[in-house]
């Protein structure tokens, strides 16, 4: 996959779609961001393709987090014991 991606704009529409295929989400108003992960870091890129994973450190964190949680599900870690350690994490 290339990067930075292009992200889906918003569209205005009268009624929600429906049938096989079909995906909505509610847009709300503020950014969109994609997150990439790479072996040892994520980065955050705007729409236009900018890296803004400065003003997102967060959400970096928060994906650092979330991948160092599938990476010890994948290796047979509890799930209890997953969540107890993310818990102590501070940001």
Do not use: C
């Amino acid at each position: 996959m290339e990067f930075p991606i292009k992200v889906a704009l918003a569209q205005a529409v009268p009624t929600l779609p429906e049938g096989p295929g079909m995906w909505f989400e509610p847009k709300f108003d503020g950014h969109r961001v994609v997150l990439r992960r790479t072996d040892d870091t994520v980065i955050l890129y705007a729409r236009s393709g900018r890296a803004v994973t400065p003003y997102w450190m967060d959400l970096a964190l928060a994906g650092m987090a979330l991948r160092n949680m599938i990476e010890a599900l994948d290796v047979g870690v509890p799930l209890r014991e997953v969540y107890e350690q993310l818990r102590h994490v501070q940001t």
